[in-house]
């Protein structure tokens, strides 16, 4: 008798608590269902960055022992190497010619391929082919091909002009900063492509008719009426790949190295040279900084504004 | 929306420009295959080919000898089985993360837009920033060069799609029906569970597959969090750099071996190709 009234009181306690936890589970959805991504990015980000604000005051190099206060040497030491500032040009220059030939011939394939013609089905997977490539191997492509003396390319530009042809283009000036934008551009056009693509299959056919029937030419109506209607989206394309150009360090690691001396480092391979290569990572993270400040000015001036759900 | 694979017949652009549209359509795809096909030949060409003026376009004997040496002598296999364990794994806490925050931000606008933004501002800080830190207290932590390191990592990385795809997804879905359950006297959680997650599961998917692809083709964290145990498959080609002409063989085959998967992948999601690549700000 005794032992049941205790096994129902059991029992009773469970489904009491057992309710009072759903209950607070079910008020309290909303956050524990962030609860977990918010965690994690709580601890493998946010902290992260906290702490390397510790690392950027102190000295923290593998050459040197201890890890005393030094104030902003670290960030003075950046500022004062040429080769830092160098890298930062150079990410700027790299990354504004890679998305602008990116953009161009990106948008003219969108152009070329807006109308279904026969073959079109089998040509777009192979477009897009590029972006499912890890650019390590991209460059790796790019290497094989433009290298000296056994490469293909040169052998058939020589062809073409009717004379030996000897360009280094991984080892010559300005030659590597082709052969980067490149192989940078065959991988991401497809990216503008696809974009501005589902861009103007968007834009209604009557604006096109009633431009026809206005009398336009196709050059004025793909500048009074395409471009404009095009023009949020083109924005958002060009956003979303110059915040990836800016991180360039794949193709550059494989194809130069950097090289020739430090001519076509990048901000992101600089200061992957000083942390892991030089294990100076005190002045690398006191670098990191400094470029983070500069990509958060970009990323706070163009995708606030651009990326509300509500885009289209 | 028409997808990738159609497009109207409406004279909407009529450039006139016929044939120099399918030549310039045409010079593209040149572009886009002679890398892919140079690199399959140069991976079954025998050693002695790599070397030739004019170059050999097409090996006579063709061999797989550089297969088999990128697999076993350069590791390539070891790299072959992190990359997928890896990747796997990431592609599920990832996707699984990605669902419930995504649920919640679209239905409870958890956070406001402030949550939402900061969950995105994670796709665009600079990956050296995290890495530097990320490295030491790796180091401390024991997670250096393990797959475990790595998986937690990449979840970390990919939320960011995961949960803007899935964000997305949820607000297209309509939630008459979760309402109705409610109204029935189902929990929230219930309503979840068992009505919102059976009809996300396409986006799941999708989302999960981006997230796959990102990490096996990812190269820049792997090269600094690992070294001689949970190194995967793209940082390998750290050993074909510099002038050893001897090894494009060997890059070559890793180089096919490491695009085949991700590229069926790809092809299966092509249909969704443009939400992947704005994380679900613009539908293709």
């Given at each position: 008798m005794a032992r049941s009234v205790g096994a129902d009181d059991v029992t009773e306690r469970r489904t009491v608590w057992g309710a009072a936890a759903s209950s607070f589970a079910d008020r309290h959805i909303a956050w524990l269902l962030v609860l977990p991504a918010v965690l994690l990015i709580l601890v493998l980000s946010i902290y992260p960055l906290a702490y390397s604000v510790w690392v950027a005051f102190v000295n923290f190099d593998f050459e040197i022992p201890g890890h005393a206060f030094v104030g902003l040497k670290n960030f003075q030491q950046i500022v004062d190497d040429p080769i830092a500032r160098w890298s930062l040009v150079n990410t700027a220059i790299l990354s504004v010619a890679c998305v602008a030939v990116e953009f161009v011939l990106g948008l003219l394939l969108a152009l070329a391929m807006v109308k279904t013609f026969r073959g079109r089905g089998l040509i777009m997977p192979i477009l897009i082919l590029p972006l499912f490539i890890s650019p390590v191997i991209v460059g790796q492509f790019w290497s094989l091909l433009l290298q000296q003396p056994f490469g293909p390319t040169n052998y058939l530009l020589g062809k073409l002009v009717g004379q030996p042809v000897e360009i280094g283009w991984l080892t010559q000036t300005p030659w590597n900063f082709i052969a980067i934008v490149t192989a940078d551009a065959w991988q991401w056009t497809a990216f503008m492509f696809v974009i501005l693509l589902a861009g103007l299959t968007s834009i209604a056919p009557e604006m096109f008719e009633a431009a026809e029937l206005d009398g336009a030419t196709p050059w004025q109506t793909f500048y009074h009426v395409t471009l404009p209607l095009l023009a949020p989206i083109i924005l958002l394309a060009i956003t979303f790949r110059l915040l990836d150009a800016v991180k360039l360090f794949d193709v550059i690691y494989v194809m130069t190295g950097g090289g020739p001396g430090a001519s076509t480092y990048t901000a992101s391979f600089y200061l992957y040279q000083i942390g892991f290569q030089q294990f100076h990572l005190s002045k690398a993270t006191a670098g990191s900084w400094i470029f983070l400040a500069l990509s958060a000015v970009i990323i706070m001036a163009l995708v606030r504004r651009l990326l509300r759900p509500e885009v289209r | 929306m028409a997808g990738l694979a159609s497009a109207r017949r409406s004279p909407e652009l009529r450039l006139g420009f016929g044939t120099l549209r399918l030549l310039y359509v045409g010079l593209f795809l040149i572009f886009v295959l002679a890398p892919l096909y140079w690199v399959v030949i140069t991976s079954i060409k025998p050693t002695s080919d790599y070397l030739a003026i004019p170059p050999?376009?097409?090996?006579a004997e063709p061999t797989i000898v550089h297969y088999t040496a990128a697999l076993f002598a350069y590791r390539g296999l070891a790299g072959l089985i992190n990359s997928a364990v890896v990747a796997t794994v990431t592609t599920v806490l990832s996707a699984l993360l990605g669902t419930l925050m995504g649920y919640s931000l679209a239905r409870f606008n958890t956070g406001g837009p402030h949550l939402s933004f900061w969950v995105l501002s994670q796709r665009f800080l600079p990956p050296i920033a995290i890495v530097l830190p990320v490295f030491l207290l790796y180091r401390s932590w024991g997670l250096y060069d393990t797959r475990l390191g790595l998986i937690l990592i990449y979840t970390m990385i990919t939320l960011p799609l995961s949960v803007w795809m899935m964000y997305a997804y949820f607000r297209q879905l309509p939630k008459e029906m979760e309402e109705a359950a409610l109204v029935d006297g189902c929990s929230r959680w219930g309503a979840f569970w068992r009505i919102a997650l059976p009809l996300a599961v396409p986006g799941i998917v999708v989302a999960a597959v981006f997230a796959f692809i990102f990490v096996w083709t990812e190269f820049f964290f792997a090269l600094n969090l690992t070294s001689r145990n949970a190194f995967t498959l793209p940082t390998i080609f750290r050993a074909f750099?510099?002038?050893?002409?001897?090894?494009y063989g060997e890059a070559s085959a890793l180089a096919v071996t490491s695009l085949v998967p991700s590229i069926v992948l790809g092809m299966l999601v092509q249909r969704h190709l443009v939400r992947g690549l704005t994380l679900g700000a613009v539908h293709g």
């Open positions: - | 050999v376009w097409f090996p750099l510099g002038f050893q002409g001897a090894q």
